[in-house]
């Protein structure tokens, strides 16, 4: 998931990059100007399953001890 989430920051910051040259250009299709939308969902699903992860480490081992 680590690795999802790392390349995944990658991709999204090299589209923002270039996103500034894409709007230069006349005539595109208007999935490009949407296409940062991708990766950011992935991004944000990805960091949130990371940041409770470890809290769901602990509710689980809570639950273990108390049964």
Do not use: E
């Amino acid at each position: 998931m680590r690795q999802i989430h790392r390349w995944t920051s990658i991709v999204l910051v090299l589209m923002i990059v270039s996103y500034p040259f894409i709007m230069k250009m006349k005539g595109l299709p208007q999935w490009l100007l949407y296409s940062p939308l991708l990766p950011f969902i992935v991004l944000a699903l990805t960091g949130l399953y990371l940041f409770f992860l470890p809290y769901a480490r602990r509710w689980r081992a809570r639950a273990a001890r108390m049964a």
